[in-house]
């Protein structure tokens, strides 16, 4: 029963975002359905919901936006995906549209129930990021832009949990930054719960903590960019922000 519901729910959410969000996840063979920002209410109770609220595929324009971390409103989810250390992850996404910036991906400790837990509060840690993948910057290719697919097809990104993490309960969160638009950066973040699982017994040092909001800043040039200026637009380099990925 469960599994029918998350495949209805599931299929419901991709028809109904354009762009703009992980409307499911998988682990393995097992699909778990995410939050429909156009969706019934009743998904704000559903006991089988593994992503944290979010209402609009709108993006998030401001760098020390307080819903930078979990999108708006991000109220927690009712439950958690079940994760060994060491597996992957995949988020999926229907008609993404933008082409150009960096996606990454980052986890925060709940220090406890998910269920209580302030993200804006967390200590995040990258555990992959996906940028320029070769060429320029203006005509190159992004990952963003190979990861969307149309026709109908779900664009997906994998990461994976580092193996020797230690179990527990974390947030994960999913983060699109689209540059298309210049000196005005987009962010497309969602969270889902995970409850990971292993005998790991590492965890990131502060070198690789960052606070969300706190993290981005319009003084950032990779953030603040135009990429269409002459001394942007042929460069065949892009730095992704923030701390380095823990990889464990």
């Keep these: 029963m469960w599994q029918y519901l998350a495949s209805v729910v599931g299929y419901l959410a991709h028809q109904v975002s354009a762009h703009g969000g992980c409307v499911n996840y998988t682990v393995g063979d097992t699909w778990y359905p995410g939050y429909d920002p156009y969706g019934p209410a009743y998904q704000d109770t559903a006991p089988w919901m593994v992503q944290r609220k979010w209402i609009t595929n709108n993006p998030i324009f401001e760098a020390d936006n307080i819903s930078l971390s979990c999108n708006f409103p991000g109220n927690p989810a009712q439950t958690s995906i079940p994760i060994n250390a060491g597996d ?14 960096p ?16 993200s804006s509060k967390g ?44 179990p527990g309960n974390y947030l994960i969160r999913h983060e699109i930054i689209s540059l298309h638009s ?33 993290v981005y800043s319009m003084n950032q040039p990779e953030i603040n960019i135009d990429i269409y200026s002459l001394e942007v637009a042929n460069k065949t380099t892009y730095k992704v922000p923030g701390p380095p990925v823990w990889s464990g």
């Design 182 to 214: 210049a000196n005005k950066p987009q962010w497309y973040p969602e969270c889902a719960h995970l409850e990971v699982k292993g005998s790991g017994t590492k965890f990131p040092g502060k070198e690789f903590m960052a606070k969300i909001p706190g």
């Design 88 to 101: 992957n992850i995949t988020a999926v996404y229907y008609n993404w549209v933008h082409t150009v910036g």
């Design 103 to 118: 996606m990454v991906a980052w986890m925060a400790d709940c220090r406890g129930d998910c269920r209580t837990f302030d």
């Design 123 to 166: 200590d995040w840690f990258k555990i992959g990021e996906k940028g320029l993948l070769y060429g320029t910057i203006l005509e190159g290719m992004w990952f963003q832009h190979e990861f969307g697919v149309w026709g109908g097809a779900p664009s997906l990104w994998t990461e994976n949990i580092p193996k020797d993490l230690e």
